[in-house]
């Protein structure tokens, strides 16, 4: 149902826009369809007149013959969001971006045209002015904290997005997964402006979830406690009722768990609790936002300059959980002589992070949910309880005994020193740093769980990262008649180092000292240095001829420090062309049609997120009789190297109307080989396994964008539209069949022949209306793989046969954005969605697990089967006793596809007249939501989840306890002068 | 003019171009790369450690592996009444080729195997004064592994005939990655030995007569002996007995219990697994001793009929307890005890033994005199006769649980239970995953 709304979103977009179009533009004489002087009254949603970035430069759009999709920076600004990969989504067709939960700290996981690895990183790379900046979490606490979280997006200029293998060819061995490359603001030629914006508001969790309160808890548990006898006396061959173990097991249990509010008789049976606490309630909190940016872009002919200082605190919607940022920035461009430019740019940010745990940890605030509504959340004194009053550890002792700061301080800075040597050509020099520290620092006190019986325990965490990397290319634009020639040719540096040191302590006198200094035991310590490097040359080409025949060829030969011997340098070519149709004689004379080009790429770009030392034979650390010797850890593979991706792309990108409607559909087909897997080797080679590059994985697909201006005049409307659909393919996983580490409680695998982490379970068939056993299809197999009797059904989990039941990655994304303006009035909205996932609850199997142990349920289980007839999804209440409850079930996945309101703006600019008086060059108050609305039939808190401390390539998909994403809506005002 | 300067300045970053290979040679911190570990004496002798370190894994020298040996050959002796379902196998002879102590002590003897062949590869490095020695410890850590592995996996030797049955895969050289060279075939069971011989003999001579707990010249002859019994040689199992008992180094103990359950090697010990806490345990303790000694419940019960093999005022029945409900052997009730290999009565037990096989003249002493050296340290009167029968049974009750059993069975050609010395069922199944990895050994598969 949800998938269908998405789906008349879209396509009603679509139809709108082909229908505002039936008049001609009126206004203008238009004898030849030129693209080089737009028609259209309203600046140009096309672009394409502007320069987009390519990687080492830029390039005019309409010549651009691959596949980037470029954001501009304004759509970006003042979005309630920490971090910048969120405030792109839905903005760019075929970016994936998906935060994996709701915790202000969250990574976001972003797929450019799908998954393109197994073992390694499926993350683009993030190029922040030139540099590559590290993307590795050096915490220790809670899941790995999103390390673009330090970026201030709000000095971004634009972000483009580099799709196909042509356009991160020039990125070489890391541009598989494409390039997300983001662009600072630089100063301009003029008066100085001014910027100032502040803004505040709130977060609320997006959704809740329904649980059952005090009373319902209690009659459900002692069904079940009924119905769980019951079965022992069945399995003992007792007469019903003989039995009442559980009975008395649960009635204990449930005057434990009431602590002080527990009601008795006089003779000490109990009757119910005093209280009815919302666990739920008591994870969740209005987080408040606020931020206030400052901000001056000037300059004159020979030096233009940016500076911006921003301020930025956001509480997240976990108790406890929050984010701060301060951050700077300088950039500096100086034309320094008639051949010599230089620049200098600065950014310094300083993050704090109150984490929050991993969503497996029973720390994690939310999975305060298993606990009993007639559990009071303190004792008579005020003090929480924990176990074993409450059912599992009161995550609230966390909260209130235990911190844990993180503080990051970023430093990324960027110098350039260009010569203007002959016509056209010119040499850049550029060096950059990405120097980032990590400050961890968590007490946890003696009432905690990990400080219990220890006195408390502290560790300190400290970890570094050094990024250098430099370049020298020539860079050469020329016109020789009608062939417009541009190229560049150099080389590249890059040396990364990171280093950790560790201490944790135990024992400390009292909660109220909090450093090591004062713990009597030190427990562990330890310390960590890896580091890597990069040496590249590279080179384009770029053709325009007669303005509309285009070839760009492009080369990068790789070296690193990672890839073995055999594979020390890595080639990485590509080619792109394309023929800008419209500018033919033959075209002239063609109706609507204004532009149109067709072009195509194919090349070859590379994963090199593998590991450091993966090629060489290793030796570890062991000892004998107390003397500390060397072992053989690592076999060499002298073959070690980079996963391999070629990838085809073709596209038509088109202009109708003069632009007022444009678009660009692309399709693509992508295989990566060599995937790194680890493979079972003969144990006489004293190994029992190698990393080798062997497998191969398949992403195909298409994208659409389009954007329109419905009308210009007084009132204005434009609206762009991008939608995608990607089909992945897992084609070879080194001869295996199937790759299953999921135990009995995760149901992702690597299959050969199926999207990446299928979920592979049993079939929940329901429930036998006969006795309320759980069934699910037993799916049993002849030889050749066929499926025979699809409608037996039993009730021993152990007889069932696994099929594949869903995908967790969507196959189809989309988002819609609608732009309205009046008068100084702006309102613009965007609608993003995916379609195609399906999602495992793992939660689920505790809390909807129809009364198989004490954790309160969800009210859903209230339609537990009770009677012979009854009909019903949810099998018979069974305390103790497993009835459907395993988690490898279809019983526990859910649709996960979602049509979002994700951003809703709506601002006020007063007019000239007005703010000339106060001498302010612009004014405006805004209203931004995010979040706001969210129509799906997923039975979680989000569907837009992937649980933390699991999530890869293979484990997507998955709800553990994940916190929702934040609802949140700020106000703000926007002055310059 | 000016377009000189230009094209001078133009070829500077194409000088950059030819920028060195070693930028990109990093070296790794958290581990020692292949290249350092072997590069210099001081790192090739700590490598030499790691062969030990990976040797006294408990799945073969910390236990496992003499464990294996008693209970193969146990029946009617001893009962297995563990929980655990391997050892379990191993005692019923119904032994899966997805036995995990199958897998381990075959994984775990390559590990040492190719540590031992990454030494010997680079034995320039060591210094002159101390090649030999280095030289020596690896080849015997390597023969002792490659002469366990093929009384356990290959079909049993054969004395007088060329045993081409199959054996296990002879590896010499270190592991350098992974090629076609890798997939190795089984060696006969007639080439094992002839390595076995070759690099003890080899060991023998470079190692020194003193070694602390390290393998030296004794271990080695030790070992050379043990190696031509099993072979029924017993003309150089004589001489190499002899010459370890006539080097005076190592002295029988006077009270027979003085040799087990000790933290350290006694004057009787020859050579034997070091443990020392918390990265090793002696896993014999585990399975024959009860949890007041760091065992488990009591897994390995010792029968009457076992018991009654010994005469009356034998000093080495009293080691025998009672303990949780059974009687249990008492030699392992040292969780942290040095496992004992190799000790100074196995010698004059295969010298006696070799010396009335042949007959007069008798090498280093009479058969009698060295029975009754055993047979007096036991607490029993001393003999005036002996017969092969009478050695035989008194190195059966001399070195019974410590890991003989099976080998003794099968060179002597006895029956186990209802099984014969070879019947195929007392042989290991080469692990299933590794004729799974490598099809070249399923060409060669033992019956099973």
């Excluded at chain 1, 067709?93 to 045209?113: D, L, M, P, Y």
């Excluded at chain 1, 450093?515 to 562990?524: E, K, M, V």
């Excluded at chain 1, 001498?919 to 569907?943: A, C, V």
Aim: hydrophobic share 35%.
């Amino acid at each position: 149902m949800q998938r269908i709304l998405f789906f008349l979103f879209v396509f009603s977009g679509l139809a709108l826009q082909m229908t505002a179009q039936q008049k001609p533009i009126t206004g203008v004489a238009t004898g030849a369809k030129d693209n080089q002087t737009f028609t259209s009254l309203e600046p140009d949603e096309s672009g394409l007149d502007e320069d987009i970035i390519v990687g080492y430069g830029s390039q005019n759009k309409s010549y651009v013959t691959s596949s980037i999709s470029k954001v501009d920076g304004e759509k970006l600004m003042n979005k309630p969001v920490p971090t910048i990969e969120l405030a792109l989504q839905g903005k760019s067709a075929g970016v994936f971006i998906e935060a994996v939960n709701g915790k202000s700290t969250a990574f976001s996981r972003v797929r450019i045209r799908g998954t393109s690895s197994i073992y390694a990183t499926s993350q683009p790379l993030f190029i922040v002015d030139g540099i590559p900046v590290t993307v590795d979490a050096l915490n220790l606490s809670g899941a790995a904290i999103n390390p673009l979280a330090s970026i201030n997006f709000n000095d971004v200029e634009s972000v483009e997005i580099l799709k196909d293998a042509a356009s991160s060819a020039i990125y070489g061995s890391r541009g598989a997964n494409g390039v997300v490359i983001i662009n600072t603001k630089k100063g301009f030629s003029g008066d100085t402006k001014i910027n100032f914006s502040f803004k505040s508001g709130f977060s609320d969790p997006s959704h809740r979830r329904e649980f059952m309160n005090a009373d319902e808890y209690i009659s459900y548990l002692r069904e079940a406690a009924v119905n769980g006898d019951l079965q022992e006396d069945k399995a003992y061959g007792y007469s019903p009722g003989t039995i009442s173990f559980w009975e008395n097991y649960v009635e204990t249990k449930l005057k434990n768990f009431s602590g002080w509010a527990a009601i008795t008789d006089k003779n000490g049976n109990y009757l119910g609790s005093k209280v009815d606490t919302d666990w739920q309630d008591l994870a969740f909190r209005r987080g408040t936002i606020y931020s206030a940016d400052l901000s001056a872009q000037g300059g004159n002919d020979k030096l233009r300059f940016y500076a911006g200082g921003s301020f930025n605190s956001q509480e997240g919607i976990l108790v406890s959980n929050g984010i701060e940022k301060a951050s700077g920035r300088l950039n500096i461009e100086n034309k320094a002589n008639k051949f010599t430019d230089v620049g200098f740019s600065l950014a310094l940010s300083r993050t704090a992070i109150n984490q929050v745990p991993s969503d497996n940890f029973y720390s994690n605030p939310l999975q305060l949910v298993a606990l009993s509504p007639i559990t009071p959340p303190r004792d008579e004194y005020g003090e929480l309880y924990n176990r074993p009053v409450t059912a599992y550890y009161n995550s609230l002792l966390d909260v209130e005994y235990a911190t844990v700061k993180i503080t990051e301080y970023r430093s990324l800075v960027n110098g350039y020193l260009n010569f203007n040597l002959f016509n056209g050509m010119k040499w850049k020099n550029e060096l950059g740093f990405d120097l980032y520290n990590l400050k961890e620092n968590a007490r946890y006190g003696e009432k905690t769980d990990a400080g219990t019986g220890v006195n408390g325990y502290g560790f300190a965490n400290s970890g570094q990262n050094q990024n250098i990397t430099g370049r020298s290319y020539l860079d050469y634009t020329n016109i020789f008649g009608n062939l417009d020639v541009s190229g560049i040719l150099g080389t590249e540096y890059q040396y990364v180092t990171s280093e950790t040191l560790y201490a944790e302590g135990q024992e400390f006198p009292v909660d109220a000292l909090k450093t090591l200094a004062s713990a009597n035991n030190i427990s562990g310590a330890s310390s960590t240095l890896t580091k890597y490097n990069f040496l590249s040359y590279f080179s384009r080409v770029n053709l325009v001829y007669n303005a509309k025949y285009l070839l760009t060829l492009t080369c990068r030969v790789d070296g690193s420090s990672r890839f073995g011997i055999n594979n020390q340098y890595g080639f990485f070519p590509a080619a792109s062309i394309g023929w800008i149709v419209s500018k033919e004689d033959f075209f002239a004379g063609v109706p609507v049609i204004n532009f149109l080009k067709v072009r195509s790429s194919y090349g070859v770009t590379g994963n090199a997120d593998i590991s450091d030392f993966g090629h060489m034979g290793l030796y570890d650390a062991g000892s004998y009789n107390g003397i500390s010797g060397l072992i053989p850890g690592q076999i060499q593979n002298p073959d070690f190297k980079w996963e391999t991706t070629k990838q085809f792309d073709a596209g038509i990108d088109f202009g109708l109307y003069g632009n007022k409607i444009y678009g660009e559909i692309d399709v693509y087909h992508k295989k990566s080989n060599g995937i790194l897997l680890p493979v079972q080797i003969p144990a006489t080679s004293g190994f029992s396994v190698q990393m080798q590059n062997t497998g191969s994985i398949q992403n195909k697909g298409f994208e659409i964008l389009l954007t329109s201006n419905n009308l210009s005049g007084n009132i204005t409307w434009n609206t762009s539209l991008n939608f995608s659909v990607n089909k992945n393919k897992v084609l070879d996983i080194g001869g295996q069949d199937i790759i299953d580490n999921g135990g009995i409680r995760y149901m992702n695998v690597v299959k050969k022949g199926y999207p990446i982490g299928v979920f592979y379970g049993a079939e929940y068939a329901g429930v036998d209306y006969y006795n309320g056993d759980a069934l699910w299809y037993i799916n049993e197999r002849d030889a050749n793989g066929n499926i025979v009797n699809p409608d037996e059904t039993t009730n021993v989990f152990d007889d069932v046969n696994f099929v594949f039941l869903g995908n967790p990655n969507p196959d189809y994304i989309g988002a819609i954005t609608n732009t309205f303006g009046y008068k100084g009035v702006e309102f613009e909205f965007t609608f993003q969605g995916v379609a195609g996932n399906k999602i495992h609850l793992i939660g689920d199997q505790w809390m909807a697990s129809n009364g198989v142990w004490y954790d309160n349920q969800l009210k859903s289980q209230l339609k537990s089967w009770k009677n012979t007839g009854d009909v019903t999804m949810v099998p018979q209440a069974r305390f103790a006793w497993d009835n459907g409850n395993q988690s490898r079930s279809s019983r526990y996945l859910s649709d996960g596809s979602y049509l979002k309101l994700r951003n809703v703006t709506l601002s006020y600019e007063f007019p000239q007249t007005l703010t000339n008086k106060i001498n302010l060059s612009r004014l405006k108050i805004f209203f931004e939501g995010q979040n706001l609305l969210t129509f799906t039939q997923y039975e979680g808190w989000d569907p837009e989840v992937s649980a933390d401390f699991l999530v890869n390539n293979i484990y997507s998909g998955c709800d553990f306890y994940s916190a929702p994403q934040p609802r949140s809506v700020v106000f703000g005002i926007n002055i310059s002068f | 003019m000016r377009k000189y300067i230009y094209l001078t300045i133009l070829s500077v970053p194409l000088l950059l171009v030819t920028a060195c290979d070693k930028l990109l040679e990093l070296e790794p911190s958290q581990n020692v790369s292949e290249n350092t570990a072997l590069g210099s004496d001081e790192n090739i002798k700590s490598v030499l450690i790691g062969a030990y370190s990976l040797f006294d894994d408990p799945g073969i020298y910390g236990g496992n592996l003499l464990r294996n040996a008693e209970l193969l050959g146990g029946n009617g002796e001893i009962l297995w009444t563990g929980t655990s379902d391997d050892p379990r196998q191993i005692f019923y002879k119904t032994i899966s080729a997805t036995n995990s102590d199958v897998l381990a002590q075959w994984v775990d003897s390559y590990e040492v195997i190719n540590t031992c062949n990454n030494i010997v590869s680079a034995l320039e490095v060591v210094k002159n004064d101390d090649r030999n020695r280095v030289e020596g410890e690896a080849l015997f850590l390597r023969a002792l592994i490659y002469f366990d592995l093929v009384r356990f996996f290959g079909m049993p030797y054969e004395a007088g005939i060329i045993n081409n049955q199959p054996g296990v895969p002879i590896v010499l050289k270190p592991s350098r990655g992974i090629d076609k060279k890798s997939y190795v075939l089984r060696n006969s069971v007639e080439q094992v030995y002839i390595q076995v011989i070759t690099d003890l003999k080899a060991a023998a001579a470079k190692l020194p007569e003193e070694n602390g707990v390290f393998a030296s010249r004794g271990s080695a002859n030790a070992l050379l002996a043990r190696v031509y019994l099993q072979k029924g040689d017993y003309d150089n199992a004589r001489k190499t007995a002899n010459e370890v008992i006539s080097s005076n180094k190592y002295t029988l103990l006077t009270d027979y219990a003085d040799v087990f359950n000790q933290y350290y090697n006694t004057p009787e010990d020859i050579f034997a697994t070091q443990i020392m806490p918390p990265e090793s345990y002696n896993s014999m303790t585990i399975f024959f001793s009860i949890p007041e000694f760091g065992g488990n419940y009591g897994d390995i019960e010792i029968l009457d009929s076992h018991l009654s093999l010994y005469p009356a005022g034998d000093r080495r029945k009293d080691l025998f307890f009672s303990g949780n409900g059974a009687m249990r052997c008492g030699k392992w009730n040292n969780l942290y005890g040095r496992v004992n290999l190799i000790r100074l009565a196995e010698m004059y037990l295969i010298r006696a033994e070799s010396n009335i096989r042949l007959g007069a003249p008798y090498v280093g002493a009479t058969p009698l005199d060295d029975y009754n050296t055993i047979h007096t340290r036991a607490g029993l009167t001393p003999a005036s006769s002996v017969t092969l029968n009478d050695i035989i049974l008194e190195r059966r009750l001399e070195l019974a649980f410590e890991g003989h059993r099976i080998h003794d069975i099968k060179r002597l050609k006895e029956n186990v239970g209802t099984w014969t010395y070879n019947d195929t069922m007392l042989v290991f199944p080469i692990p299933a995953r590794e004729l799974e990895v490598n099809p070249m050994l399923k060409s060669q598969m033992t019956p099973d």
